[in-house]
């Protein structure tokens, strides 16, 4: 669910409750179909991403899957969990008639965008605030 998404991604980025995003998705976007997808973890919510399906550019043969919020628990990481989740959301994309995908990426991220098969097409900086430890 959308509280969820915005939970696991304040964890990952280092928020404390009530100091990140969550609040933002408290519910979800009113005219914008939103799937979520999760990954447990000894029974909890260690992975989320979201996808969002666009019209294809004319000519491409269908639509695109765009890929958000991909985050993992600090204590999840490394466990390949945000592959197979992508994975798994792929495959149900493809099976939609989405054509191709596309995302944005943190550093961290590239490793895995890259080991399937994501190839950049331009660069941009991502600054974070982050509380000091």
Known sequence: DMPTLGEVN???Y???AGEGMAALFAAH???IHVRIYRARL???TACV?????HDGLDGAGGGDCGIYFVATREDARGRGLATRLLSAALVEARGR???TSSLQSSA????IYDALGYEPWFRLH?????RSA
């Open 10 to 12: 304040d964890s990952a």
């Open 14 to 16: 280092g928020f404390a």
């Open 29 to 31: 976007p009113k005219g």
């Open 42 to 44: 000894d029974g909890e």
């Open 49 to 53: 991403l979201a996808t969002i399906d």
């Open 97 to 99: 008639g989405c054509a």
């Open 108 to 111: 961290m991220g590239e490793p």
């Open 126 to 130: 991502m600054y974070e605030r982050r």
